[in-house]
Structures are given as C-alpha cells and as structure tokens.
C-alpha cells in the first residue's frame, strides 16, 4: 500500500508541476520592465537631472562619469529619484555643442529595488547650443520627429522619449530648463527584436535582411541623410535576429540629415552635393519588384507621416510646415511616373536623384 501510495503521490506532483510550467508558459507573463519603459508614454514627461554642471561641461571631452541625481514621475504616476551617474558622450557634437549629449548610468542596486531590470544605461539627447537656444532646441526636436517617422515605417526603429529637463547646478544651486529626448537602450531593441547586437563592419548588401535594409535605404533618401556609410557602420546598429543569418540594420543619430537641416551640418565629400538638402540614393535594389514593394510601405504610410508632421505643435509653425513640404517632396519624386528608376536598381550612390518637374 504505500508502495503504490509513493507512485501516486509522485505522479501527481509531476502532473501538477507539468500543468504549473504549461501554466506559465501560457501566461507569458512578463519581465520587468526597464528603466526606458517605466516612463515611456507618446507624451512629454518632466525629468529632474542635477549635477556638477561645470564640471560636466568642463569634462565634455572625457570619458569620466560624474555623480548626478535623477528624478522623474513613471508611467504609473510615481515619483521615482536615484543617484545616477552622467558623462558626456558622443563624438563630433560632443566636440562643438555647448552642452553635450549625455550617457545616463543608472544604479543596478537601485533599479533592483524599484523592481525595474538591469538595463541600466540610456542615452540623452540635449539642446547643443545655448546662444541661440530656440533653433537649438527646434532642431532637436525636429530629430526625434525624424525617429518617431521611422518608427511608423518599421518597429526595427529605436524608440524615443521626449522629456522636459530641469538642470540644476548642485554647486550653487541654478537652474535651466530645456527639451531633450531619451533614446531606447540597444540592448531593449534587441530583446524586442530577439536578436543580438553585434558590432560589424565591411558589409556587403547580401547579408543583410532585404526589407529592412531597403526600407532604411529610402527613410535615409526621404530625410536626406548621407551620414550612414555602411561599409563602416556610421550611425548603423547591427543585429543578428535568433532565427537567421541575415543582418538587421537599425539606423540612428539624425542630426545631419536635410530634414533637420542644422546649421552645423556638413555635405558628404563623397557626393556631388551643393546643399544638404539634395537628396542622394546611398542603398540598391536589385530589382524593379523589390524597388516598388518598399515604395508601396512609403506610400501606404503618407497619410500618417505627414499628418504627425503637420500636428507635432512642438515645432513651431514655419518648421513644421518647412518639414511637412519637405517631406511632401519626397513623395512628389517617388509619386512621378518618370521617376528614374535605374539609379535606385543601380545603386549608383555618385549621382543625385533631383525631382523632376
């Protein structure tokens, strides 16, 4: 009797446990999330950030972290404050910018116990200039715009949080208030994605994903970036999705871009560029098909892009309307029937494609 009591107790325990893992598995149930997602919303949310500002500005061209304090309210309406560490980061407007763009470094001890994981850095975008503070800061957000448009096109996109940021010298107590924007962690857009980051270089066009590769290619066309060589991999992520051997490129760093159009931008040398806003085809398609199918994504998505153009009240008036006819004449170029299509099959990166009248 106790023999086959034994058996009986031991097969429901591994009934029971396989039901509780089925159970789970179902469930799905959730990771914590990071510190980006705790206040990621599509509205702009205040952030606290005081430091030695002196010395951060002093230091931009180091690599040294200074202590700093954080303070922002999460998506739930908690006020959460945790000593960080800040630097400046970045490599050419790190080198002309006023106030540098910053690398946030969270405490994993103290993300632990906001029950928040260990992704613990993120990158800041900031206002650069401080002598002519409104076209700093429109340009700026004329570059999250850029983000926030591909990610409309593809969900391969980093995410970004506008934020409005009270600086508060701890020295001596001053204060500034400015815009910024918070950019997804590489590492949460790889979970996203199920992939790996990796850093590579010297690619050639057949390793990677096509439809993502081509959909780039021509988001970097429609904005006017030349600034993404991806024989060197500027301003390019690479990832490796789990389930293929087909790279995944993700674009980011906007600032060059004719969309933005800022003063400090440079033309390519390697085009025959008069401005920064003649548009150069850097990407191929090896066919007419593949040309038209990621054409019809652009087309398909028209209405919603020029709209978030048109209604993002941030900019002021004269930018969002340069920045909805500037993108307007993206589609006016794809949209004609004479458009030349061989230098998209060619991928002849040396010649302009100009709008046809």
């Known amino acids: 009797m106790l023999f086959r009591f034994l058996i009986l107790l031991t097969t429901s325990i591994f009934i029971l446990c396989a039901f509780s ?4 598995q179902t469930l799905n ?18 952030v606290i950030l ?11 061209k180091t690599d040294a972290y200074q202590d700093a304090r954080i303070s922002y309210t999460d998506v ?16 050419y407007r790190r080198m002309i910018c006023d106030s540098p763009p910053l690398m946030l470094k969270f405490s994993k001890e103290e993300l632990a116990t906001a029950d928040l994981n260990d992704d613990h850095k993120l990158k800041l975008v900031t206002h650069c200039f401080e002598d002519n503070i409104e076209e700093s800061e429109q340009n700026l957000l004329k570059e999250f715009l850029v983000y926030k448009i591909l990610n409309l096109l593809t969900e391969k996109s980093y995410r970004v949080q506008l934020v409005n940021i009270t600086y508060i010298d701890s020295k001596d107590d001053r204060r500034l208030q400015r815009v910024g924007f918070i950019i997804e962690s590489t590492r949460e857009l790889g979970e996203r994605l199920e992939s790996v980051s990796k850093t590579l270089y010297n690619l050639n066009i ?17 904005i006017c970036n030349t600034d993404w060589p991806l024989r060197v991999a500027r301003n390019i992520k690479t990832f490796l999705p789990e389930e293929t051997d087909k790279i995944t490129i993700v674009p980011y760093d906007f600032d060059f871009s004719g969309l933005v159009n800022a003063h400090y931008a440079k033309i390519n040398p390697d085009f025959n560029q008069t401005n920064l806003r003649e548009r150069v085809f850097m990407g191929k398609f090896d066919n007419e098909e593949q040309l038209n199918e990621t054409l019809a994504v652009f087309k398909e998505r028209k209405k919603d892009i020029i709209s978030l153009c048109k209604n993002f009240k941030l900019l002021n008036k004269k930018n969002r309307q340069d920045v909805s006819n500037f993108i307007r004449s ?3 170029i794809i949209g004609n029937k004479k458009l030349r299509i061989s230098e998209f099959l060619e991928g002849n990166t040396t010649a302009l494609i100009i709008e046809n009248q």
């Open 206 to 222: 057949e390793q990677l994903e096509p439809t993502q590769y081509h959909t780039v290619a021509m988001f970097q066309y429609m």
């Open 76 to 91: 739930n309406g908690n006020t959460v404050e945790q000593n960080i560490e800040v630097k400046p980061r970045g490599k």
């Open 21 to 24: 893992v089925q159970a789970f």
């Open 330 to 332: 993206f589609y006016k």
């Open 29 to 46: 149930l959730p990771e914590k999330n990071s510190v980006f997602t705790s206040f990621y919303t599509e509205e702009s949310r205040n």
């Open 50 to 60: 005081e430091t030695d500002l002196s010395m951060l500005i002093g230091n931009k």
